[in-house]
Antibody
Framework: EVQLVESGGGLVKPGGSLRLSCAAS????????MNWVRQAPGKGLEWVSS????????YYADSVKGRFTISRDNAKNSLYLQMNSLRAEDTAVYYC????????????????WGRGTLVTVSS | EIVMTQSPATLSVSPGERATLSCRAS??????LAWYQQKPGQAPRLLIY???TRATGIPARFSGSGSGTEFTLTISSLQSEDFAVYYC??????????FGPGTKVDIK
């Protein structure tokens, strides 16, 4: 089955750190750019970060630049998001999302999403 | 940053009726626009890309139109499973892709 499964969310204090993981299965993970998208409670979607298939290109939203680090391990079919210096406004469900293109250039819209993992930043 | 707006915020429609959702970009995004559907507690689902191309497996009752700054998602005859929140997303200005705030389609 083609799927993405996120894990690693939880409750963390402001200033703390958390590492999210996304396990991919059912498709050739190494062929796709991958993304993290978040959704604060009751709010809309916000793109967080992207990484190309070979990790050559990495991008971040301004809101997380310098605090979050995206990475991937194609041998383990896994995507990661290291989140440091967490703030209350980082509280959200974090989704792992696959870019719809499997070529050299991403399409920048997403055709496969995980169910998400909730990160709560609170003292 | 390209700001996406959607209207209305909530659309109340009876099953079988037509629903028309609007999305506007603060500057031209050409046809680089996607639509997603999200049901409570679920991940978003890609419906439309390239402003008007249905994604794999999406029923023909969903159609998209527009270019530049004005876009429309039309659901020709609402089914019970279509009541959800719909988001538009521009990807013209990658990597700074942005989503609209969403339109909730609920039962009238």
């Amino acid at each position: 089955e083609v799927q993405l499964v996120e894990s690693g969310g939880g409750l963390v204090k402001p200033g703390g750190s958390l590492r999210l993981s996304c396990a991919a299965s059912g498709f050739t993970f190494s062929s796709y750019s991958m993304n993290w998208v978040r959704q604060a409670p009751g709010k809309g979607l916000e793109w967080v970060s992207s990484i190309s298939s070979s990790s050559s290109y990495i991008y971040y939203a301004d809101s997380v630049k310098g605090r979050f680090t995206i990475s991937r391990d194609n041998a383990k079919n896994s995507l990661y998001l290291q989140m440091n210096s967490l703030r209350a406004e980082d509280t959200a469900v974090y989704y792992c999302a696959r870019d719809s293109g499997s070529g050299s250039y991403p399409n920048w819209y997403f055709d496969l999403w995980g169910r998400g993992t909730l990160v709560t930043v609170s003292s | 940053e390209i700001v996406m707006t959607q209207s209305p915020a909530t659309l109340s429609v009876s099953p079988g009726e037509r629903a028309t959702l609007s999305c506007r970009a603060s500057q031209s995004v050409s046809s680089n626009l996607a639509w997603y559907q999200q049901k409570p507690g679920q991940a978003p689902r890609l419906l439309i890309y390239g402003a008007s191309t249905r994604a794999t497996g999406i029923p023909a009752r969903f159609s998209g139109s527009g270019s530049g700054t004005e876009f429309t998602l039309t659901i020709s005859s609402l089914q019970s499973e279509d009541f959800a929140v719909y988001y538009c997303q521009q990807y013209n200005n990658w990597p700074r892709i942005t989503f609209g705030p969403g339109t909730k389609v609920d039962i009238k």
